[in-house]
Antibody
Framework: EVQLLESGGDLVQPGGSLRISCAASGFTLSSVAMSWVRQAPGEGLEWVSTLSGSGTSIFYADSVRGRFTISRDDSKNTLYLQMSSLRDEDTAVYYC?????????????WGKGTTVTVSS | EIVMTQSPATLSVSPGERATLSCRASESVSSKLAWYQQKSGQAPRVLIYYASTRATGIPARFSGSGSGTEFTLTISSLQSEDFALYFCQQYAKWPRTFGQGTKVEIK
């Protein structure tokens, strides 16, 4: 069964850093594109970043470019999102999601999410 | 970026009735449009991709249509488990963008 499990969410002060993880099972991360999508409290969904299966293509939303870095460890089959210079508006549930194809663009499997709270 | 606009924001429907949700793109996305359902406290799940293809395990009462800039998600006969939030998402261009959502509630 294909599953995604996020972890690492925490309370962080503004300006701080945090790395969240997404452990994949039932498939190999290097075979598909993977994305991070976030949802602020009571709000809609916001795409954050995507890493291609080959690892050669990376995309970021303007709101996080230069502050967030997406990466993966193939030996652990785990996706990461390194977040720095965190702001109040980064407070959200962060979901990792698997692409529906090699690089289709829609997301067919989602994790349950991990909560990041940025507050002093 | 492509702006996705969903309407209505809230749809009140009685069980067994038909629900029609709309999604409009600010420019053409061809058929690169997905629909997701999100229940309270849960992660989203994909219902429809490429505008009209049902995802694995999605009941036939869910159908999608449209292309270009106008899209529709139809739930033919609402079941109790269908009352939820629905989002559309375009994947024609970067950045990927979502609509603000339509809440389907019990009338």
């Amino acid at each position: 069964e294909v599953q995604l499990l996020e972890s690492g969410g925490d309370l962080v002060q503004p300006g701080g850093s945090l790395r969240i993880s997404c452990a994949a099972s039932g498939f190999t991360l290097s075979s598909v594109a993977m994305s991070w999508v976030r949802q602020a409290p009571g709000e809609g969904l916001e795409w954050v970043s995507t890493l291609s299966g080959s690892g050669t293509s990376i995309f970021y939303a303007d709101s996080v470019r230069g502050r967030f870095t997406i990466s993966r460890d193939d030996s652990k089959n785990t996706l990461y999102l390194q977040m720095s210079s965190l702001r109040d508006e980064d407070t959200a549930v962060y979901y990792c999601a698997k692409d529906g194809g090699t690089f289709a663009g829609y997301m067919d499997v989602w994790g349950k999410g991990t909560t990041v709270t940025v507050s002093s | 970026e492509i702006v996705m606009t969903q309407s209505p924001a809230t749809l009140s429907v009685s069980p067994g009735e038909r629900a029609t949700l709309s999604c409009r793109a600010s420019e053409s996305v061809s058929s690169k449009l997905a629909w997701y359902q999100q229940k309270s406290g849960q992660a989203p799940r994909v219902l429809i991709y490429y505008a009209s293809t049902r995802a694995t395990g999605i009941p036939a009462r869910f159908s999608g249509s449209g292309s270009g800039t106008e899209f529709t998600l139809t739930i033919s006969s609402l079941q109790s488990e269908d009352f939820a939030l629905y989002f559309c998402q375009q994947y024609a261009k970067w950045p990927r963008t979502f609509g603000q959502g339509t809440k389907v509630e019990i009338k």
